[in-house]
């Protein structure tokens, strides 16, 4: 099974407002909708994958459902089925189930665990020591299926950004930075309340049935090393949550492709960080982690340079350049 995660940027951009489902010529940016969308789906295509999760999709299933329709098809027939674009506004997640792969009985999670995740918790978002109700930016999808008659749960998470409005301004100003850093930590409070819940949902899975068979996926919005707000606010970095504590060895989820791709090839989007002021920094934004039973079947996995790439195009300039500002990551699975 080939499994593929992409963080498509801002898709709900490429579509016209209001109740008409339709595509817009041109957006802020996008010189044509039409051209970008075609490269999109190529390296879609040219990844080949049973099952593609996507962050950042339209606000409207029926929009999602309409880019497969005038770029995944064949012979005017859909190439996949479309899951998801449940939660998070004009940035949801789903999940393309492709109709004559190997991932068979696709559908929405229904169980108990599952649908808890909807609810409001209790957790310290602020740092006033006062618990306040709190619930997912984007409700996690969690899609189940089945691969070679043995059921997988497909979990994908995009999780609270970290960006904060005019930031770089306000960084750059030292009256207004100590409010910058507060909504900053705020930011990353926030990631990792949004982390430790959906890992108290695995470990409640794994405890259950330790042989279960989990993909977890997505933009994490947080990578490998120790940012500024990590090393000095004692802020998480949200992915050791996501794999779990080192206490529990036998609920250890595996990263799978950390140490497959060469160091100079490790990042999903670059981009400035006018913290640490580093100019198109290369970060690793986008993972994908296996639970223990499938950590012996992983045959492949990385992130696609080639194939984004090869659909970049240099004669244009912003938004119409690249595919999008996240690079496509990959498994497969045997």
Not at 118 to 125: K, P, S
Not at 295 to 301: A, G, P, Y
């Amino acid at each position: 099974m080939r499994f593929v995660n992409w963080n498509i940027q801002w898709m709900n951009n490429w579509f016209v407002n209001g109740n008409k489902i339709g595509f817009k010529d041109t957006y802020s940016g996008i010189t044509s909708v039409d051209a970008l969308a075609k490269r999109v789906s190529n390296v879609i295509l040219s990844s080949n994958p049973d099952v593609i999760t996507i962050e950042e999709g339209p606000s409207s299933i029926k929009e999602m459902e309409l880019f497969v329709q005038t770029y995944l098809s064949e012979n005017n027939n859909t190439l996949f089925d479309v899951h998801g674009g449940i939660d998070g506004g004009a940035q949801k997640i789903y999940a393309l189930v492709k109709k004559s792969g190997v991932f068979k009985e696709a559908d929405l999670a229904s169980d108990d665990a599952s649908k808890e995740l909807e609810n409001v918790w209790e957790v310290d978002v602020d740092g006033d020591l006062n618990l306040d109700s709190y619930d997912f930016t984007r409700l996690p999808l969690i899609l189940d299926g089945k691969y070679n008659n043995q059921e997988y749960r497909i979990v994908i998470l995009h999780t609270k950004s970290k960006y904060v409005h005019e930031g770089k301004s306000r960084w750059n100003d030292p009256v207004k930075r100590p409010g910058f850093v507060k909504d900053a930590v705020k930011n990353r409070r926030r990631i990792s309340a949004e982390s430790m819940r959906l890992r108290i949902y695995l470990d409640e899975l794994l405890e259950q049935d330790p042989g279960k068979k989990i993909i977890v996926t997505g933009d994490f919005n947080d990578g490998p090393g120790i940012d500024y707000f990590e090393r000095y606010y004692v802020t998480h970095n949200t992915t050791d949550i996501l794999l779990g504590s080192t206490y529990y060895p036998s609920l250890q989820l595996k990263h799978t492709f950390l140490d497959k791709v060469p160091a100079d090839k490790l990042y999903t989007a670059v981009f400035n960080d006018f913290v640490d002021n580093i100019n198109n920094r290369p970060l690793l934004l986008d993972h994908i982690l296996v639970s223990p039973a499938l950590k012996d079947s992983i045959s492949k996995s990385g992130i696609l340079h080639d194939e984004f790439e090869s659909e970049i195009d240099t004669n244009s300039q912003g938004r119409q350049r690249d595919p999008s500002d996240h690079r496509p990551v990959f498994l497969e699975i045997e």
